[in-house]
RNA sequence: GGGGCGUUAGCUCAGUCGGUCAGAGCAAGGGACUCAUAAUCCCUGGGUCGUGGGUUCGAGCCCCACACGCCCUACCA
């Protein structure tokens, strides 16, 4: 058993989440966590919503709100779509907490004792009337070398030169018009050259394990030959303020929002920590080296976890070319492994808000079951390649997979319990195929708990569905329903024996993936209905004086082993009712429409 | 422009070290069964593995070029 941190990507607080964030960090996260904690390791899984940053304060100029309203908004809105489908954070929290600015301040003070943050004078642009920064992609102007009017800053979209937003023609504001100003700023970067071999030493170390996705690993290594410094620090007024004489007080000074996100998962582990009466027992996930941490995200993410949140891990502790000492966190654990994900498109294109390409969280999931989704993820989201997402194929998974294989074993099974017995019977003797079948459905316990673990998890779903179609088998060659002579009884009870046995055993393998289902299916099968614990969204104060906010958090010590459990005989089994809803091919047509615009 | 990843049956995808690796699921066609949300079970069809070269006794698997798609390109997050 090994102490794991699962630390899962953080959601940017600028709108709603759509089903492609999701598909990306939250689901893979939660299988493997769920499965982890069944797995008997020590879980720590935390994350929380990413609330700084120029998005964010453009997005609440839209919407006529300040910075903290807009950020208050859309944390408690992603909280409940998190909350909803099931993913089983110990803290989901948020980037606005006096203690999360707190953690960043002592790591940014870390990494600044440490001589690993170079003061350097930058050119750039700035909007005059707010004094911000204007990030390249927000000006806009005509194109230098091609004469296109809609080039922007960091790039000509009509001829595909990079530029440079200060040789744009007519440069202006995508935010306001104006005419942005370029000027002379200083800025702290964090001196990644100095990281850089300390930084290789650890990539060739991972990728030694073997167990890095090869684009992941390959990106990370290629994005280290051309390492530079890189700017930590922003001219803008909505961030965690340098803590430094003659930064600190600078209200238009701010860290950069990727230095602070990324810092998320330390403090939201400190956070926890603080909140469960043992404010120190984050140590055990970040201090111990023989400790596991596993990070989930989309690819657009790499860069930052495997390049920046390890430099300011590394240059907190003393670890590159200049030395230096940790201070009070101690050294800090590397990621173990950072697993990214590819992307999902939805009918083909790329999601897009402004384009309307989009399915929000919250619109599936008022209308379809959590588990479904769930499911189309798992067994076809985008995990080593991108992935689509299409109606059709959603309403295929779900029907003919989902609901003709796994539901319809259950609902058989409790349905001949229930009429033959009322309750689960005693078995008799075992004939060779009982064991049989169930040997193939407890093997399926070590063969999806492997592939979970190597994050695997179409495989592992795979795996479990073919034994699903075992039991299926299994069921349509003993023809249980044509024993109805007296002494008969005895092999009827057998074979309804093992194929309760056998949905209990599976439930328990596609529990981590499909939660809501499990808690259903072990209750038609006479259970509690608590196989699989459930995240509860839950409103607390701040630690440290500030506003108080929703979190995510949960008791998951419930779970149940991962191994089979022996059905107890003589549990009372009723007529069941469905545990899947089967989705009228007429779905596919109505959401088209929707998408388009009704 | 540079770097990376991908392109395998109608669809979605597996293919570890180059040698039964040409596969699975679904869809399609045929049959069986009736416990079950017309679900289940059995059988069958189907691909010159993006294109063009190369290395090799032998290549989806290695090399080169090209085409297409996607990600990154470090002040978007």
Same mark, same amino acid.
């Given at each position: 058993?090994?102490?794991?941190?699962?630390?899962?990507?953080?959601?940017?607080?600028?709108?709603?989440?759509?089903?492609?964030?999701?598909?990306?960090?939250?689901?893979?996260?939660?299988?493997?966590?769920?499965?982890?904690?069944?797995?008997?390791?020590?879980?720590?899984?935390?994350?929380?919503?990413?609330?700084?940053?120029?998005?964010?304060?453009?997005?609440?100029?839209?919407?006529?709100?300040?910075?903290?309203?807009?950020?208050?908004?859309?944390?408690?809105?992603?909280?409940?779509?998190?909350?909803?489908?099931?993913?089983?954070?110990?803290?989901?929290?948020?980037?606005?907490?006096?203690?999360?600015?707190?953690?960043?301040?002592?790591?940014?003070?870390?990494?600044?004792?440490?001589?690993?943050?170079?003061?350097?004078?930058?050119?750039?642009?700035?909007?005059?009337?707010?004094?911000?920064?204007?990030?390249?992609?927000?000006?806009?102007?005509?194109?230098?070398?091609?004469?296109?009017?809609?080039?922007?800053?960091?790039?000509?979209?009509?001829?595909?030169?990079?530029?440079?937003?200060?040789?744009?023609?007519?440069?202006?504001?995508?935010?306001?018009?104006?005419?942005?100003?370029?000027?002379?700023?200083?800025?702290?970067?964090?001196?990644?050259?100095?990281?850089?071999?300390?930084?290789?030493?650890?990539?060739?170390? /991972? &990728?030694?394990?073997? *167990?890095?996705? !090869?684009?992941?690993?390959?990106? %990370?290594?290629?994005?280290?030959? =051309?390492? +530079?410094?890189?700017?930590?620090?922003?001219?803008?007024?909505?961030?965690?303020?340098?803590?430094?004489?003659?930064?600190?007080?600078?209200?238009?000074?701010?860290?950069?929002?990727?230095?602070?996100?990324?810092?998320?998962?330390?403090?939201?582990?400190?956070?926890?920590?603080?909140?469960?009466?043992?404010?120190?027992?984050?140590?055990?996930?970040?201090?111990?080296?023989?400790?596991?941490?596993?990070?989930?995200?989309?690819?657009?993410?790499?860069?930052?976890?495997?390049?920046?949140?390890?430099?300011?891990?590394?240059?907190?502790?003393?670890?590159?070319?200049?030395?230096?000492?940790? /201070? &009070?966190?101690?050294? *800090?654990?590397? !990621?173990?492994?950072?697993?990214? %994900?590819?992307?999902?498109?939805? =009918?083909? +294109?790329?999601?897009?808000?402004?384009?309307?390409?989009?399915?929000?969280?919250?619109?599936?999931?008022?209308?379809?079951?959590?588990?479904?989704?769930?499911?189309?993820?798992?067994?076809?989201?985008?995990?080593?390649?991108?992935?689509?997402?299409?109606?059709?194929?959603?309403?295929?998974?779900?029907?003919?997979?989902?609901?003709?294989?796994?539901?319809?074993?259950?609902?058989?099974?409790?349905?001949?319990?229930?009429?033959?017995?009322?309750?689960?019977?005693?078995?008799?003797?075992?004939?060779?195929?009982?064991?049989?079948?169930?040997?193939?459905?407890?093997?399926?316990?070590?063969?999806?708990?492997?592939?979970?673990?190597?994050?695997?998890?179409?495989?592992?779903?795979?795996?479990?569905?073919?034994?699903?179609?075992?039991?299926?088998?299994?069921?349509?060659?003993?023809?249980?329903?044509?024993?109805?002579?007296?002494?008969?009884?005895?092999?009827?009870?057998?074979?309804?024996?093992?194929?309760?046995?056998?949905?209990?055993?599976?439930?328990?393998?596609?529990?981590?993936?499909?939660?809501?289902?499990?808690?259903?299916?072990?209750?038609?099968?006479?259970?509690?209905?608590?196989?699989?614990?459930?995240?509860?969204?839950?409103?607390?104060?701040?630690?440290?004086?500030?506003?108080?906010?929703?979190?995510?958090?949960?008791?998951?010590?419930?779970?149940?082993?991962?191994?089979?459990?022996?059905?107890?005989?003589?549990?009372?089994?009723?007529?069941?009712?469905?545990?899947?809803?089967?989705?009228?091919?007429?779905?596919?047509?109505?959401?088209?429409?929707?998408?388009?615009?009704?």
């Amino acid at each position: 058993m090994s102490r794991v941190l699962s630390a899962v990507a953080w959601p940017y607080a600028n709108g709603p989440r759509h089903i492609g964030h999701v598909a990306g960090f939250g689901v893979p996260s939660d299988v493997f966590s769920r499965y982890m904690r069944m797995a008997g390791h020590d879980v720590l899984m935390v994350s929380g919503t990413d609330e700084h940053g120029t998005p964010i304060l453009i997005a609440a100029d839209e919407a006529g709100l300040s910075p903290q309203e807009l950020a208050d908004r859309n944390h408690r809105i992603i909280a409940e779509d998190l909350a909803a489908l099931g993913v089983s954070y110990d803290l989901y929290t948020r980037t606005t907490t006096r203690n999360h600015h707190a953690v960043v301040q002592e790591l940014f003070l870390g990494v600044h004792q440490n001589g690993y943050f170079v003061e350097q004078t930058t050119y750039g642009a700035i909007s005059p009337s707010t004094g911000r920064t204007l990030p390249d992609r927000y000006i806009e102007g005509t194109c230098p070398i091609c004469g296109y009017d809609g080039a922007r800053g960091d790039q000509c979209d009509n001829c595909g030169n990079q530029l440079d937003p200060a040789d744009l023609k007519n440069p202006v504001s995508r935010i306001n018009g104006e005419t942005p100003e370029f000027v002379e700023t200083q800025h702290f970067f964090l001196d990644l050259p100095a990281l850089a071999d300390a930084l290789g030493e650890w990539l060739d170390e /991972r &990728e030694a394990t073997g *167990l890095w996705r !090869p684009n992941v690993i390959r990106f %990370s290594q290629n994005i280290l030959k =051309e390492i +530079r410094p890189r700017a930590m620090t922003r001219d803008i007024d909505w961030g965690i303020a340098v803590p430094l004489e003659g930064w600190q007080d600078n209200p238009t000074k701010k860290l950069y929002v990727w230095f602070d996100a990324v810092i998320g998962y330390l403090s939201a582990s400190i956070e926890w920590a603080r909140r469960s009466g043992d404010p120190e027992a984050w140590r055990q996930w970040w201090n111990d080296p023989e400790a596991l941490s596993y990070y989930f995200m989309g690819k657009d993410n790499i860069t930052f976890h495997s390049q920046i949140w390890p430099a300011e891990l590394l240059a907190y502790g003393g670890k590159g070319a200049k030395g230096g000492e940790p /201070r &009070e966190y101690g050294e *800090l654990n590397l !990621p173990t492994e950072v697993v990214s %994900s590819e992307f999902l498109t939805m =009918e083909g +294109r790329k999601f897009s808000s402004s384009k309307k390409v989009v399915i929000y969280v919250r619109d599936l999931l008022s209308r379809y079951q959590p588990d479904a989704f769930r499911y189309f993820v798992a067994a076809a989201g985008p995990e080593n390649q991108d992935a689509d997402f299409t109606w059709s194929e959603f309403v295929r998974r779900t029907n003919d997979e989902l609901v003709a294989g796994w539901g319809n074993l259950v609902n058989r099974t409790a349905n001949l319990i229930a009429k033959n017995f009322g309750e689960i019977p005693a078995a008799g003797p075992l004939a060779p195929e009982d064991e049989a079948v169930l040997g193939v459905v407890e093997a399926a316990f070590d063969t999806v708990g492997g592939l979970i673990g190597r994050h695997r998890q179409k495989q592992a779903i795979g795996e479990a569905m073919r034994a699903v179609g075992e039991v299926n088998k299994y069921v349509s060659d003993s023809e249980p329903w044509k024993l109805k002579g007296e002494d008969q009884r005895e092999r009827l009870a057998t074979i309804l024996h093992v194929m309760a046995q056998c949905v209990a055993d599976l439930n328990l393998v596609l529990a981590p993936f499909l939660p809501f289902s499990a808690n259903l299916v072990d209750a038609a099968l006479g259970g509690p209905g608590d196989v699989a614990p459930m995240p509860r969204l839950e409103d607390v104060e701040d630690l440290d004086g500030g506003a108080g906010y929703p979190v995510i958090t949960g008791d998951y010590s419930t779970a149940p082993r991962w191994e089979r459990r022996p059905v107890v005989v003589g549990t009372p089994v009723v007529k069941p009712t469905p545990v899947f809803t089967k989705l009228d091919p007429s779905v596919v047509e109505e959401e088209l429409a929707r998408l388009a615009g009704e």
